[in-house]
Nanobody, 124 residues
Framework: VQLQASGGGLVQAGGSLRLSCAFS????????LGWFRQAPGKEREFVAA????????YYQDSVKGRFTVSRDNAKNTEYLQMNVLQPEDTAVYYC??????????????????WGQGTQVTVSS
């Protein structure tokens, strides 16, 4: 499985970005995907996840109502739409995938495959 995250960039506070995670190597529709981020000097943290089996989505409290996960199975791509971005959202964003049940979707160790990360910088 290969994951390619893209779509990061520099945006002003209040702006929007859409991250993409291109998936290849296996049957995309039976993989759950998660998004994580890591800011300089901080630990990696969970941002959002979507389970493949029932489409359930989960978000970190600080991004609820601003970020939305979606999927295009025809394009083998998962998206993270980020609206009303704030400087505290600045981080390298990673997508991760796993074919399992993701019982603990907030834990990065649940995910078998990781993309390379894309930088998101939000200026105040």
């Amino acid at each position: 499985v290969q994951l390619q995250a893209s779509g990061g960039g520099l945006v002003q506070a209040g702006g929007s970005l859409r991250l993409s995670c291109a998936f290849s190597g296996r049957t995309f529709r039976i993989y759950s995907l998660g998004w994580f981020r890591q800011a300089p000097g901080k630990e990696r943290e969970f941002v959002a996840a979507r389970k493949w089996n029932d489409g359930s989505t989960y978000y970190q409290d600080s991004v609820k109502g601003r970020f939305t996960v979606s999927r295009d199975n025809a394009k083998n791509t998962e998206y993270l739409q980020m609206n009303v971005l704030q400087p505290e959202d600045t981080a390298v964003y990673y997508c991760a995938a796993d074919p399992g049940s993701l019982r603990n979707y907030r834990n990065g160790y649940e995910y078998a495959y990781w993309g390379q990360g894309t930088q998101v910088t939000v200026s105040s």
